[in-house]
């Protein structure tokens, strides 16, 4: 299995960085390269840091760490939405290279500390030099041009944003987009060629992605009075659970690096108070996304609302009830479970195991739950689901999401964080 990841990670490299998949994904994508750095670490530790620098290089002036950055080697069409959509050549602050204008869940200070970790040595320490300021003005961005209510969390623009993109927790938010399947004629969706159409989001779903990057472009990507009207404003459990857990990171790489970790700790307690004044819904046990549109919070189940349990410093009663919601019959989280862990309420009657991230299983979610199970006392459960992960690429291989009852492969067959989470897992 071992084999089998290393030589995906190898065959998806790309001179400086690893793509997602060659051909549904070809370009470099955020939260992607973290996941792969992590993976990296455990076989080819100097990729690692390449992994990361070369993301990094492409942040804008403002901090924003973009969601894709461009190869311009490739043939225009290769990726839809391209460059042509994104326009960031036109935006002041903007890299050298084509970038898109969104960012994701900044899971890279993680990755950058769990890299140095596997290999703490000079070449390792370097790069974390290098990457620190780097990171730190990735949080300064979020933290200061993304906190739309003012309540210490970050504010998602676009479902891209959060990594989950079909997720029936932004159905209620998206609704509210005003946008028609048929404006898709237009254009030539590029994942449907590669994928089938009823694993992917839909053309209305399409429809709307590209209605919200046009009312961003159209502001110059800037995040001044968004609330007065951009048509998607959210605040994600997991992209906020990203944001503290980041701090917490970054404290301990300012050791590293002979700064003071006092205000990442600080900043790090105050993002976990806010995530419970914010998204903790006592009725459910769980974290809920906030649509900041209607200031309600949305009423669907997913596997987003337990990832707060990365943070280290939740506190003991939320964090139970997260492993209550965890193992419900909705997640299925056990020492010994009997199917993989979906990233939606399996018992929604709008359950789909099929369409991306609305019932598949995906090793990312996975691994960030597992990791907050052992953070909050869990080993045997975190046992459970590291099990239940391996044994999904062993019978499927690297797939990109696997069927939440049979585990069967499902999009891209050869995808890069699958081999370097399943890397990451298989060393612990
Ligand atoms: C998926 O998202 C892209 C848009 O960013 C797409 O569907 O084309 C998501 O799974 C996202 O989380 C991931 O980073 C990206 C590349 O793997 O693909």
Same mark, same amino acid.
């Given at each position: 299995m071992r084999r089998l990841a290393v030589d995906t990670l190898d065959a998806n490299w790309e001179h400086d960085h690893t793509v997602p998949s060659r051909t549904l994904y070809p370009h470099q994508w955020s939260w992607d390269s973290a996941f792969i750095a992590i993976g990296l670490a455990q076989v080819r530790p100097e990729r690692a840091w390449r992994e990361l620098v070369s993301l990094f290089r492409?942040?804008?002036?403002?901090?924003r760490v973009p969601h894709i950055v461009f190869n311009p080697a490739l043939r225009v069409g290769a990726y839809f939405p391209g460059p042509e959509m994104w326009r960031s050549a036109d935006v002041p602050g903007a890299p050298t290279a084509d970038t898109s204008g969104l960012v994701q869940p900044p899971v890279h200070a993680l990755a950058a500390l769990l890299a140095y970790r596997r290999a703490p040595d000079s070449t390792g320490l370097a790069a974390l030099r290098r990457l620190y300021p780097a990171l730190v003005a990735q949080q300064r961005y979020l933290a200061d041009r993304r906190d739309v209510a003012g309540d210490g969390l970050v504010c998602i623009v676009h479902p891209w944003e959060s990594g989950l993109d079909n997720s029936p927790a932004w159905d209620e938010p998206m609704a509210a987009v005003p946008a028609e399947a048929a404006v898709m004629s237009a254009y030539r969706r590029h994942d449907t060629t590669h994928a089938d159409a009823a694993h992917r989001p839909t053309d209305l779903d399409y429809a709307r992605y590209l209605a919200i990057v046009a009312a961003y472009r159209d502001r110059c990507y800037s995040d001044r009075d968004l609330a007065a009207g951009h048509p998607f404003l959210v605040e994600c459990p997991l992209f906020n659970a990203a944001f503290g857990a980041a701090e917490h990171a970054l404290a301990e790489i300012a050791v590293l690096v002979g700064d003071d970790p006092g205000p990442h700790r600080a900043r790090a307690a105050r993002i976990t108070e806010a995530l419970l004044r914010r998204l903790y819904d006592p009725d459910t046990g769980t974290f809920q996304p906030r649509d900041l549109r209607t200031d309600r919070l949305v009423s669907a189940r997913t596997v987003l609302g337990l990832t707060?349990?990365?943070?280290?410093?939740?506190?003991t009663r939320q964090a139970d009830a997260l492993v209550v919601e965890a193992g419900s019959a909705r997640f299925g989280v056990?020492?010994?479970?009997d199917r993989p862990l979906p990233t939606?309420?399996?018992?929604?009657?709008?359950?789909?195991?099929?369409?991306y991230w609305r019932g598949p299983s995906w090793l990312n979610t996975g691994w960030l739950i597992r990791r907050g199970l052992l953070t909050h006392g869990h080993p045997e459960l975190a046992a459970g689901l590291r099990r239940s992960m391996i044994g999904l690429v062993a019978g499927a291989?690297? +797939?990109?999401?696997? +069927?939440?009852?049979?585990?069967a492969g499902l999009g891209s067959p050869a995808f890069s964080w699958t081999a370097a989470l399943l890397l990451d897992l298989l060393a612990a």
């Open positions: 492409a942040q804008w002036a403002d901090g707060p349990l990365i943070l280290p410093d939740l506190p056990a020492r010994r479970m939606y309420d399996r018992t929604a009657p709008d359950f789909e195991p099929l369409r291989g690297c +797939h990109e999401y696997f +069927h939440p009852d049979t585990g």
